[in-house]
């Protein structure tokens, strides 16, 4: 069996992004290592509750079979035009020195022996600040480690015909949409297909325990909240299938490890 360490952003992005394919490498066997760039909160310990998402993001690994989650310690940086000033006892991700935040993630992926990365596309998915660090941050590390590294994506003409829908029905707005013609990867980029069907109903339970996100204000949360209340049978064609992208790797595969 092999060790796969997962970097994420936020809590929550590993349920969006990588959920079923985190089940499916822990239901085989393998040591899945959840690791999380920020904390996902705003306002550092100043918080009324500084490690709520935190205690959610175990609950979602708990869902997944995932049983060991580790923080890097930083804050979200939030997504808009304004990067506010680092919140007491935080450093916001986009202000960490990166040599030492790619550093951190080194010691894990060496204590842990791990034999694969994940991190993020090039673009950060879908352009979040906090993304595209992790995606330097994931590169940095495979560069110290020399650990064979993946980047989670979506292919970018399903963004767009996915946004094209959510549009229409009001979920998204329409500058989300011209901005998605950017966003994630190309199709023909793709090297990894993995098929998450069996573990849709553990990535939607893994999502559900996300509970200040999905239960917040926003179109993305009303959004989270439709999904994880349709039923498991009823989603899994939309989203049956996860993707990476291995670098400098020509080879289609469905499978990671």
């Known amino acids: 069996m092999g060790t796969v360490v997962a970097l994420n952003a936020h809590?929550?992005?590993?349920?969006?992004?990588?959920?079923?394919?985190?089940a499916k490498l822990a239901a085989a066997g393998h040591r899945v290592v959840l690791v999380v760039a920020t904390?996902?909160?705003?306002?550092?310990?100043?918080?009324?509750?500084?490690r709520q998402r935190l205690r959610e993001l175990d609950a979602a690994a708990t869902e997944l079979g995932v049983t060991e989650v580790r923080w890097l310690g930083y804050a979200d940086s939030g997504h808009g035009r304004d990067l506010y000033p680092d919140p007491p006892g935080r450093v916001r991700l986009v202000r960490a020195d990166p040599d030492e935040a790619a550093g951190a993630l080194a010691a894990v992926i060496r204590e842990t022996a791990s034999d694969l990365l994940i991190g993020y596309d090039p673009?950060?998915?879908?352009?979040?600040?906090d993304h595209i660090?992790?995606?330097?941050?994931?590169?940095?590390?495979?560069?110290l480690t020399g650990v064979r590294l993946v980047e989670a994506t979506v292919p970018r003409e399903?963004?767009?015909?996915?946004?094209?829908?959510?549009?229409?029905?009001r979920l998204t707005r329409g500058h989300d949409l011209d901005a998605a013609r950017t966003w994630f990867t190309p199709s023909a980029e793709i090297t990894h297909r993995i098929d998450v069907?069996?573990?849709?109903?553990?990535?939607?339970?893994?999502?559900?325990?996300?509970?200040?996100?999905?239960?917040?204000?926003?179109r993305a949360a009303r959004l989270m909240r439709i999904?994880?209340?349709?039923?498991?049978w009823l989603i899994a064609p939309m989203v049956r299938t996860e993707h990476f992208v291995e670098h400098g790797v020509d080879q289609r595969s469905d499978y990671l490890l």
């Not at 673009?123 to 600040?129: I, K, L, Q, S, V």
């Not at 399903?158 to 029905?169: D, K, Q, S």
């Not at 999904?227 to 498991?232: E, I, N, S, V």
Request: hydrophobic letters at 40%; a positive charge; charged letters at 30%.
């Open 11 to 22: 809590p929550d992005d590993e349920s969006i992004f990588m959920g079923g394919t985190l």
């Open 39 to 50: 904390d996902g909160m705003m306002r550092g310990d100043d918080e009324p509750d500084p």
């Open 123 to 129: 673009a950060g998915g879908y352009g979040h600040r």
């Open 133 to 143: 660090a992790v995606h330097r941050i994931a590169r940095r590390a495979a560069e």
């Open 158 to 169: 399903v963004a767009v015909r996915l946004l094209t829908v959510t549009t229409r029905l």
């Open 197 to 218: 069907r069996p573990f849709v109903a553990a990535k939607q339970r893994a999502l559900g325990a996300h509970r200040s996100e999905i239960n917040g204000p926003g």
């Open 227 to 232: 999904l994880r209340r349709l039923p498991a």
